[in-house]
């Protein structure tokens, strides 16, 4: 089963905890600090390996996260990093933000990466906080949260030829006879609703990978029938084979189809229009199909007297050798860069961030039945790197938030001694003439 469409979560590493620590040696009074700072969390990278071909992995296993950074050490020694976590990805990967819809990376050449979540930086350790005026501080931080986000994997399939049509005109039934792949094939529309690969062997030693797309109908470009699941997977190929059904065995006129599915290709990406395309005028060996192939011939000829128009039957095999030929000639002539070239964006995507100009001392505060609720981005950050576990680090966040103007708030809220403040997941009494809660 093809898949090419896959969400996952992935998560860079902590960063290490950074260390109280002093040292302690015989014949060295008053060592001082000697904490270590925590190692850096690893970063989830993503590679692309042209020996994969599918999303398949990603169906079962959809979370990746990074290993955190060691803890900082005494004698000033400094975490391990943590290693990076490599994801290997098929070529043809397109990597999107899931919550701004923001295009990560187009993965088209083997070997690209893009780091997808970066590791937390470690917390620093006490010898980092030491002052003159401070010269045996007992704070340290904790390591920074590594960076998390959900990932929508989309899959463009990186296809020399790609076979377009109506549905039910061939297609399927053409890639089975000139390669060893087994599509589904049935006497029904859409009988192929994902992409299958197969690779074709021209007969001359020369060979190249062969799509057969799912199909087509009127308004794909706007997502009607399976829509952009197909049209994304044709602006990979190098080659076009529109595949016609010149028996007109649907009850459709070959020429009105051949438009549509070129109007369809040119409304979805008008760089397709110029894509080399050869017409494979099917189903040869049925009725009327010379009087349809001539007629078609004329019509074809007034609007693009470029196009190559070649006869064949996948059923006979009529035919079918000397499209591949000419198939591998015009890939010789195609630089390979065609193959790999990044797709541009069809529609715009809107990026929104945080503008770095905010007050960094904004506050609101809340009240929550007898308790008072602050809410700060500095203070709630601060609450998260500094390890709240020492009188001097409460000191230090009773210093800020007093800066900040957040004590003289609480007091015309209506803030006395004994009240309870929250911040985040912690809880504190407001006391009133202290330096700290």
Request: proline fraction near 4%; avoid cysteine.
């Amino acid at each position: 089963m093809f898949v090419d469409k896959a969400k996952i979560y992935v998560k860079g590493g902590d960063g290490g905890d950074g260390l109280v620590a002093f040292r302690r040696e015989k014949y060295v009074p008053e060592g001082g600090p000697a904490g270590g700072d925590g190692g850096r969390g690893g970063d989830i990278i993503f590679r692309v390996d042209e020996g994969l071909r599918t999303l398949m992995d990603f169906r079962y296993q959809r979370h990746f996260k990074a290993q955190r950074g060691v803890k900082g050490r005494n004698k000033s020694q400094h975490g391990a990093n943590a290693e990076n976590m490599i994801v290997r990805i098929p070529p043809g990967t397109v990597l999107i933000d899931d919550d701004t819809g923001e295009v990560i990376a187009d993965m088209v050449r083997h070997g690209q990466q893009v780091v997808v979540a970066r590791g937390g930086r470690g917390g620093r350790g006490n010898t980092r906080f030491a002052t003159p005026n401070n010269p045996a501080p007992e704070i340290a931080e904790n390591g920074e949260e590594g960076q998390e986000r959900y990932l929508v994997m989309e899959l463009k399939v990186m296809a020399d030829v790609g076979l377009v049509g109506f549905p039910s005109v061939g297609k399927s039934t053409l890639l089975s006879v000139v390669s060893a792949a087994e599509p589904k094939i049935g006497a029904y529309h859409f009988t192929t609703i994902t992409p299958n690969l197969g690779m074709v062997e021209a007969g001359d030693g020369r060979s190249f990978v062969m799509a057969d797309l799912p199909g087509l109908i009127e308004g794909a470009h706007e997502g009607v029938g399976l829509g952009h699941e197909f049209l994304r997977h044709v602006e990979r190929t190098r080659i076009i084979i529109h595949v016609v059904d010149m028996a007109g065995s649907e009850g459709r006129d070959p020429f009105e189809d051949w438009v549509k599915i070129n109007d369809e290709l040119k409304l979805y990406n008008a760089a397709l229009a110029e894509r080399p395309q050869i017409v494979a005028a099917n189903k040869m060996d049925m009725p009327e199909a010379e009087e349809n192939l001539a007629m078609f011939r004329e019509q074809v000829q007034k609007l693009r007297p470029d196009i190559e128009i070649m006869p064949i039957s996948s059923l006979t095999r009529q035919g079918v050798q000397e499209l591949l030929y000419r198939t591998a000639d015009i890939l010789d002539a195609i630089p390979e860069e065609v193959h790999i070239e990044e797709v541009a964006e069809t529609t715009e995507r809107k990026v929104y961030k945080l503008d770095k100009k905010d007050d960094n001392n904004a506050f609101t505060i809340t009240r929550d039945n007898e308790a008072y609720v602050v809410h700060s981005v500095k203070i709630e950050g601060m609450l998260k790197r500094i390890q709240m576990n020492s009188h001097e680090a409460i000191q230090k966040l009773a210093r800020t938030m007093r800066h900040m103007g957040i004590d003289d708030e609480l007091r015309k809220r209506g803030a006395v001694e004994g009240t309870i403040v929250r911040i985040a997941d912690f809880e504190f009494e407001f006391v009133e003439g202290s330096s700290y809660y």
